[in-house]
């Protein structure tokens, strides 16, 4: 079975500090990883993903991810947070034998304080 | 443009009524998704289109009925709703068929706030 664990329900963080939002998953074969970010009332923004290659994944608006398969982790970074980075943010995992099934973790709520 | 638009943006129906959500993109993607979310929690996968045909079902109560009209728009039917169907329903897209091994990222839209009374 799958699953993503988001350790923390929220993070907080002062503008200018670097955010880290860790995640971590269970997965038989090879993980598909996923970030996801949602601000209030909108819909879920696609942040990057890592299918393969380099573990070091950059995505949207300055976030980077870094995978490692010895620890089965997929933290989210940023060197500099802003506040308008605060928003809800969901890790995911898709199974390789799935139809389209993201399996998400319970979300990690950021706070980025002026 | 990777764009998902969804109307309403607001839906208030009683328990009797019959509404219906939608759902349309034009980027040429092949599967399109419904997700019920409630506030502060993850999507719940709820229906999986793949190139206009239903290709899951998450085990969701027949008051709620999908339909795929054409590749580009994807609606909801609503009919007999609970009050604890009240969420953020989710529309998204994937440019791959959203088969098994297929990778492609998925593209949300900003959601109809479903309220029913």
């Known amino acids: 079975a799958q699953s993503v664990a988001q350790p923390e329900d929220q993070v907080n963080v002062a503008e200018g500090n670097p955010l880290t939002v860790k995640c971590t998953y269970s997965?038989?074969?090879?993980?598909?990883l996923f970030w996801y970010v949602q601000y209030p009332n909108r819909g879920l923004q696609f942040l990057l993903k890592?299918?393969?290659?380099?573990?070091l994944v950059k995505g949207s608006y300055g976030f980077e991810a870094e995978f490692n398969k010895s620890q089965t982790s997929f933290h989210l970074k940023k060197p500099s947070a802003l506040v308008s980075d605060s928003a809800l943010y969901f890790c995911a995992v898709r199974p390789t034998d799935s139809w389209g099934k993201l399996q998400f973790g319970a979300g990690t709520q950021v706070v980025v304080t002026p | 443009d990777t764009e998902v638009t969804q109307t309403p943006k607001h839906l208030v129906m009683g328990m009797t009524n019959k509404k219906s959500l939608k759902c349309e993109q034009h980027?040429?993607?092949?599967?399109m998704y419904w997700y019920k979310q409630k506030a502060k929690k993850p999507p719940e996968l709820m229906f999986v289109y793949s190139y206009e045909k239903l290709s899951i079902n998450e085990s969701v109560p027949s008051r709620f009925s999908p339909e795929c009209p054409n590749s580009s728009l994807l609606n909801l039917h609503l009919h007999a709703l609970q009050p604890e169907d009240s969420a953020l329903y989710l529309c998204?897209?994937?440019?791959?068929?959203?088969?098994?091994?297929?990778?492609?990222?998925?593209?949300f839209g900003p959601g109809t706030r479903l309220t029913v009374t």
């Open positions: 890592y299918i393969t290659g380099d573990n």
């Open positions: 998204a897209s994937s440019q791959d068929g959203g088969g098994p091994s297929r990778l492609g990222e998925q593209y």
């Open positions: 997965v038989s074969g090879n993980p598909y």
């Open positions: 980027m040429g993607h092949r599967a």
